[in-house]
């Protein structure tokens, strides 16, 4: 028996395994975030953004939050994507009003070879710690989604050193030393096999990997240096866990060119930025993986009759039929006001039971 209690709303692991629902489920990238003023007053709690991943009590608080507003279908863990680099000592931080940055960065074969092993369960335990007091607070109201960033886009930020216009470094350094970033990725996907599995182990009942920076390859390059280490990711999961299948969604930020190769990778579902139609991606890939997406985040900026008449678009380009979750083509952006947010997920909730008779 599992420790946890029965899963109440089960539509969004069913819609990434592509059964049938009785309406489209929603949730949003960045859900726990700073749109909401509670979560602005729980970071100043903390003291900084760091302090708020490593402590489970208010990674749980945040992770939750969005959940007494709206009813989504998924609670997404609260942390961030670099937390293995940092786990690795490369000194993640963060500048107030930037994004993250390394104290340490990768300019070299050397810095490659010196990279220490992780281990998760001592030095990011407070993550799979933060999984698992969540899971137990959601009480089996909605499944919980673990998350880890993908080897080529932790690696970008490792050799930057924080993010980048151009990438020029990180490009130079794969072109340059392939032998070397080979090396770092297959390193980080190890990593990142540990810490899926280990979420899992805690409670996460499906995952995803954020390629945010896999779009800004070459075909070839993406195919070579992102994609060949996420289907090494894909095929060291926990497939099965507390009696259900756990699924596996791959996000890479405009990567709507590969689908066919990012749906051969094994993984149950590929997440959509909106620069690419859902309705010409699913003619594309068929029923061989679920589909997530694909509103563009600035959307919620519009009046709630704009935010609605958009909704209904996506919905009816996907069209009839299961395999559909719906989501933002990429994370809420803070300014948007949260009762946007909330005709949002009514909408989709509203308007996609039509599609599921």
Sequence with gaps: MSEFAELKNDRFLKALLREEVDQTPVWMMRQAGRYLPEYRKTRQQAGDFMSLCQSPELACEVTMQPLRRYPFDAAILFSDILTIPDAMGQGLFFAEGEGPKFRKTIRSAADVD?????????????????????????????PLIGFSGSPWTLATYMIEGGGSKDFRIAKQFMYDNPEAMHLLLEKLASAVIDYLNAQIKAGAQAVQIFDTWGGILTPAAYREFSLN?????????????????????????????WLEDIADSGCQA???????????ARARIGDRVALQGNMDPTMLYASPQAIRKEVGSILQSFGQGAGHVFNLGHGITPE??????????????????????
């Design 229 to 257: 280490y996420m289907n090494k990711i894909v095929d060291g999961l926990i497939k099965e866990n507390d009696g259900r299948q756990v699924p596996a969604i791959l996000f890479t930020k405009n990567g709507g060119q």
């Design 114 to 142: 010196q990279l220490p092993d992780v281990n998760i369960a001592s030095e990011l335990s407070y993550v799979t710690d933060a999984v698992s007091v969540i899971r137990k607070e959601l009480n089996g109201s909605v």
């Design 270 to 280: 590929i997440g959509l930025d909106w620069t690419t139609d859902i309705g010409q």
């Design 336 to 357: 948007v006001n949260p009762d946007n947010v909330a005709v949002f997920v009514e909408s989709v909730h509203e308007l996609s039971a039509q599609y599921h008779a």
